[in-house]
């Protein structure tokens, strides 16, 4: 039972990342296709997006304490 539900939860996990990375690359896309980005400049945009939403994770997290 403990073996099907870690399965399971790494499932999840596998699935949540494949979900993430496509939305990344759509909006990469979307960057350089529509809005006329650099391949640089897309992905530093993408860059700068995820980092800011670890920074504003870790003001939620301390909002909660």
Do not use: H, P
């Amino acid at each position: 039972e403990m073996q099907r539900s870690l399965v399971g939860s790494e499932m999840c996990i596998r699935d949540s990342l494949f979900t993430l990375s496509t939305l990344i690359w759509s909006v990469r896309k979307i960057l350089i296709e529509e809005y006329g980005f650099s391949d640089i400049k897309a992905n530093t945009a993408i860059l700068i997006a995820v980092d800011a939403e670890k920074q504003i994770s870790k003001l939620d997290a301390r909002e909660k304490l």
